[in-house]
Antibody, heavy 118, light 111 residues
Framework: QVQLRESGPGLVRPSETLSLTCTVS??????????WGWVRQPPGKGLEWIGN???????FYNPSLKSRGSMSADTSNNQFSLRLTSVTAADTAVYFC??????????WGQGIMVTVSS | QSAVTQPASVSGSPGQSITISCSGT?????????VSWYQQHPGKAPKLLIF???KRPSGVSNRFSGSISDNTASLTISGLQAEDEADYYC???????????FGGGTKLTVL
């Protein structure tokens, strides 16, 4: 059974860097069929695609992030990560990690709430 | 940036069928069949219902079906049940610059 679990701090100060990790179990992130992605959801609002990363490290981002986002894959620990720099209150959201296959996100983590506040 | 548009809300009675639309342009929905649909209950992670416009993952009820016509994708739910009350999101490939875009979501109320 494939499972994803997000981890990281629940509170980040404005202008600092948000760092989250997604630990994958039940499947290797090294499989070429899959990309691994991040999606966020501000409180009471809709879903927003953040970016995807391949096990090689190749990554793609939502242009609305204005180059603040970066993602990486750690195949030895079967994890992938998100870093978002210069955060503001607008980055407060539930952050989901998910597996992408057949151009859709088929398995999701439970989500982690991240609040940006001083 | 590309945007795809969904109605804010729809409603239906148990046993009825409803359709949720996802309207885009030739740059996104009209440019490919790469549309997926997700169901999200409050406080839960989204669940994949439809991928590549019309395909259902294993385990998803055949009461859920998807279609694409021109620049609009649609999700139809037949035989509405109380458990279908949730938020529904479409997601489309939007070209090599924007890549992936979600619709704003539709709240389904089962009356």
């Amino acid at each position: 059974q494939v499972q994803l679990r997000e981890s990281g701090p629940g509170l980040v100060r404005p202008s600092e860097t948000l760092s989250l990790t997604c630990t994958v179990s039940g499947v290797s992130i090294n499989i070429n069929d899959y990309y691994w992605g991040w999606v966020r959801q501000p409180p009471g609002k809709g879903l927003e695609w953040i970016g995807n990363v391949f096990h090689s490290g190749t990554s793609f981002y939502n242009p609305s992030l204005k180059s603040r986002g970066s993602m990486s894959a750690d195949t030895s620990n079967n994890q992938f990560s998100l870093r978002l720099t210069s955060v503001t209150a607008a980055d407060t959201a539930v952050y989901f990690c998910a597996r992408k296959v057949n151009d859709a996100f088929d398995v999701w983590g439970q989500g982690i709430m991240v609040t940006v506040s001083s | 940036q590309s945007a795809v548009t969904q109605p804010a809300s729809v409603s239906g009675s148990p046993g009825q069928s409803i359709t949720i639309s996802c309207s885009g342009t030739s740059s996104d929905i009209g440019g490919s069949d790469l549309v997926s649909w997700y169901q999200q209950h409050p406080g839960k992670a989204p669940k994949l219902l439809i991928f590549e416009g019309t395909k259902r993952p294993s385990g998803v009820s055949n009461r859920f079906s998807g279609s694409i016509s021109d620049n609009t994708a649609s999700l139809t739910i037949s035989g509405l049940q109380a458990e279908d009350e949730a938020d529904y999101y479409c997601c489309s490939f939007a070209g090599t610059d924007t890549l992936w875009v979600f619709g704003g979501g539709t709240k389904l109320t089962v009356l």
